[in-house]
C-alpha cells in the first residue's frame, strides 16, 4: 500500500480535514475541507484551507476529489476555493438530496435552488469505487447522523465522518432532521465489521477528560472500547442510550450557517441587490 494520510485539525471547529495521496503517483483527495467562519462578524477567511493548498503544493500533489463525508453542521466547507485553487471534482453520498429536500423549506431557499444535488460533482453511492492513482477508494453509505453520511475505505484505512467518534467519547448523535437511532446503529455495525486492525480515521476530537487531541483508532479498539456501542452493548442498549442522551444536548453552534452553505456544497446563497450574499437564521424552529 502506498498512500500517504496528512491530518489538519482545526481547534475552532474540533474538525479534521484529511489528504490522502497516492506515493507513486501523486493523485490525492482532500476529505472534509474547513472554511474559517466566525459567526459574530460573518467574515472567512481561509488560514485552515490555505494548509491544505501549501502542502499539495508543496508536494507537487495533483488533487483528483474533494470529499464530504456529509453535510456537516459544525464547519462551513472549503470545497469551492479548493476546487478552484488545486482542481479536483467534489464529492458526497447521493443522500444528500434528502437533506436538501428537508432542509430547502426550513431557510425557505430560493426558488431556483435545486434538491437534486446537482451543485455537487459527483453523487456516491454504497460500493462505488474511485481510482486514486494506484489506490481505490471505496464508499460505504453509512446513514443514521445524517441520511447522506458516507464512510471512505483505501485498504486498511477508513474515513468514518461523524459516525463514531475516539473510544472515548462514543458515537454521533442522532436528533438533526433525518437523523435515527436505529440506522446509525446498524452503519455502526457495518463499521465494525472491518478487520481489528483497520485504521478508522475521526471527522472530530473534543478531547474528553483534557488529554490530548486525537483522531486515529482502529475497529479493534472501538469494539473494545467505545464507550457507546462497544464492549458488547446491544443494539437495544445503543439505541436506548443514544435516543436518551440526544434530548439533554443542545444544537451545535455552527449549525443553522453550516447547513445552509453546505447543502450547496459549500457555495454561500446567491449574493443580493446589493452585491451582499445573507445567510438566514429560522426563528423559533429548533
Given at each position: 500500500?502506498?498512500?500517504?494520510?496528512?491530518?489538519y485539525?482545526?481547534?475552532?471547529?474540533?474538525?479534521?480535514?484529511?489528504i490522502?495521496s497516492c506515493d507513486?503517483?501523486?493523485?490525492?483527495?482532500?476529505?472534509?475541507?474547513?472554511?474559517?467562519?466566525?459567526?459574530?462578524s460573518?467574515?472567512?477567511?481561509?488560514?485552515s484551507?490555505?494548509?491544505?493548498v501549501?502542502y499539495?503544493r508543496?508536494h507537487?500533489?495533483?488533487?483528483?476529489?474533494?470529499?464530504?463525508?456529509?453535510?456537516?453542521?459544525?464547519?462551513?466547507s472549503?470545497a469551492?476555493?479548493?476546487?478552484k485553487t488545486?482542481?479536483?471534482?467534489?464529492?458526497?453520498?447521493?443522500?444528500?438530496?434528502?437533506?436538501?429536500?428537508?432542509?430547502?423549506?426550513?431557510?425557505n431557499?430560493e426558488?431556483?435552488?435545486?434538491?437534486d444535488?446537482s451543485?455537487?460533482?459527483?453523487?456516491l453511492?454504497d460500493?462505488d469505487?474511485?481510482?486514486?492513482?494506484?489506490?481505490?477508494?471505496?464508499?460505504?453509505?453509512?446513514?443514521g447522523?445524517t441520511p447522506?453520511?458516507?464512510?471512505y475505505?483505501?485498504?486498511d484505512?477508513?474515513?468514518?465522518?461523524?459516525?463514531?467518534?475516539?473510544?472515548?467519547?462514543?458515537?454521533?448523535?442522532c436528533?438533526?432532521p433525518g437523523g435515527?437511532?436505529a440506522v446509525?446503529?446498524?452503519s455502526?455495525?457495518k463499521?465494525?465489521s472491518?478487520?481489528?486492525e483497520t485504521?478508522?480515521?475521526m471527522c472530530?476530537?473534543?478531547?474528553p477528560g483534557?488529554r490530548?487531541?486525537?483522531?486515529?483508532?482502529?475497529?479493534?479498539?472501538?469494539?473494545?472500547?467505545n464507550i457507546?456501542?462497544g464492549?458488547?452493548?446491544?443494539d437495544a442498549?445503543?439505541i436506548?442510550?443514544?435516543?436518551?442522551r440526544?434530548k439533554?444536548?443542545?444544537?451545535?453552534?455552527?449549525i443553522l450557517?453550516?447547513?445552509?452553505?453546505?447543502?450547496?456544497?459549500?457555495?454561500f446563497p446567491?449574493?443580493?441587490?446589493?452585491?451582499?450574499?445573507?445567510?438566514?437564521?429560522?426563528?423559533?424552529?429548533?
Amino acid at each position: 500500500m502506498s498512500l500517504n494520510i496528512q491530518p489538519y485539525f482545526d481547534q475552532a471547529t474540533f474538525s479534521m480535514t484529511y489528504i490522502i495521496s497516492c506515493d507513486a503517483t501523486g493523485a490525492a483527495a482532500i476529505i472534509d475541507p474547513v472554511l474559517d467562519y466566525d459567526a459574530a462578524s460573518g467574515a472567512t477567511s481561509r488560514v485552515s484551507a490555505d494548509k491544505v493548498v501549501d502542502y499539495v503544493r508543496d508536494h507537487d500533489l495533483d488533487v483528483k476529489y474533494i470529499m464530504e463525508t456529509h453535510v456537516h453542521a459544525d464547519h462551513i466547507s472549503a470545497a469551492p476555493y479548493l476546487k478552484k485553487t488545486l482542481g479536483g471534482i467534489t464529492c458526497i453520498g447521493e443522500h444528500v438530496k434528502t437533506v436538501q429536500e428537508t432542509f430547502a423549506p426550513v431557510f425557505n431557499l430560493e426558488p431556483s435552488f435545486k434538491c437534486d444535488g446537482s451543485q455537487f460533482d459527483r453523487l456516491l453511492s454504497d460500493g462505488d469505487e474511485l481510482e486514486l492513482g494506484e489506490e481505490v477508494i471505496r464508499v460505504l453509505h453509512t446513514p443514521g447522523h445524517t441520511p447522506a453520511c458516507v464512510t471512505y475505505m483505501v485498504g486498511d484505512a477508513m474515513w468514518v465522518g461523524d459516525t463514531f467518534f475516539m473510544p472515548d467519547f462514543g458515537t454521533a448523535r442522532c436528533d438533526f432532521p433525518g437523523g435515527d437511532a436505529a440506522v446509525l446503529c446498524a452503519s455502526l455495525r457495518k463499521i465494525l465489521s472491518q478487520p481489528d486492525e483497520t485504521r478508522m480515521f475521526m471527522c472530530h476530537d473534543y478531547a474528553p477528560g483534557g488529554r490530548d487531541y486525537e483522531w486515529e483508532t482502529t475497529v479493534g479498539e472501538q469494539r473494545a472500547e467505545n464507550i457507546h456501542i462497544g464492549g458488547g452493548k446491544t443494539d437495544a442498549e445503543f439505541i436506548k442510550m443514544r435516543s436518551s442522551r440526544d434530548k439533554e444536548l443542545s444544537m451545535p453552534k455552527l449549525i443553522l450557517p453550516s447547513v445552509q452553505v453546505n447543502m450547496r456544497a459549500g457555495f454561500f446563497p446567491p449574493a443580493e441587490g446589493n452585491g451582499v450574499s445573507y445567510l438566514k437564521i429560522p426563528i423559533d424552529q429548533f
